[in-house]
């Protein structure tokens, strides 16, 4: 059985699968079994997926109706459980691809730092290729530092630049149906752990397409990291955990701002509604002060109140922190 099992979630990206499945097979790490699950791709993505399983013996197809990317992770991870001895996992999504080294660099970076997940750079790219003969020196970092100092950028949530011991998804599963899923689960995974072994090598090519459902036109479903984010701010409660809390509220004014702006009318209401519950958190955890460079923030939530109001407003919250 393999060490390392990869969980390729499969729909609709005909265009872009070959480049990401290739980039897997020529690994220099050859210790790993792929998994590539059809979510019922209306295109020619699940024949190609059979294609490569006739091919190479690693490979293993799996074809399903259309559930959604975390339907088709969870798939791929049940499969795992039930035919595999890997102990590890790693997940890549079918419009990225990866670094030859990506594997073995991951995989050195747990077995030197002891630690149950290892996690390496990305680079968001139209198409250029990966730079190459980067420094794979790995460190030891604690949940916090990397995750609420945002080690590796907007990846720190990211499921797809790390490896995880297997044993961390006997019991966690990505949320069916939801955007932003990552943020749902990954740093669950990571304070569980406690510690993550990282390097900066960007090893991870992430794909900017114009076609996925997080660049297109506004929905209510953009609402779903907000969601995240209110799981995020009561596990930190739970924990009593200041860091962690002022890292969220922060995401959390941050998101729903820029959701307000692009959400029609018919939800600004519901948003404004959570973007004064962001503020009033974040005055009090300080990671976002009350102030003239945050009045904006203010003017978008209250924007019925007087210029005056507000300012008191401001004032009388930044007195409480």
Known sequence: MANISVIVPVYRVEEFLSRCVDSILCQSYTDFDLILVDDGSPDSCGALCDAYAERDSRVHVIHQENGGLSAARNSGIDWVFANSDSRWLAFVDSDDWVHP??????????????????????????????????????????ADDYFCENFHGGATPAACNKLYHVSLFKNLRFPIGKLHEDEFTVYLALYE?????????????YYQNEQSITRKEWSPRRMDVLEAFEQQLAFADRRNNARLRKRVTEQYVYGTYEQLHEAPKVYRKELRRKLRTALKLAAKSGSFRPGWKTLWAYEAAYPCKPFWWLLSKIHREGDAT
């Open 193 to 205: 752990v406690g510690s993550i072994g990282v390097t900066s090598a960007k090893l991870y090519a």
């Open 101 to 142: 080294d990506f594997l073995k660099v991951l995989y050195r970076t747990a077995e030197q730092t002891l630690c149950k997940i290892s996690a390496c750079g990305f680079f968001l790219t139209s198409g250029e290729t990966i730079p190459q003969n980067q420094n794979t020196e790995p460190k030891k970092l604690s």
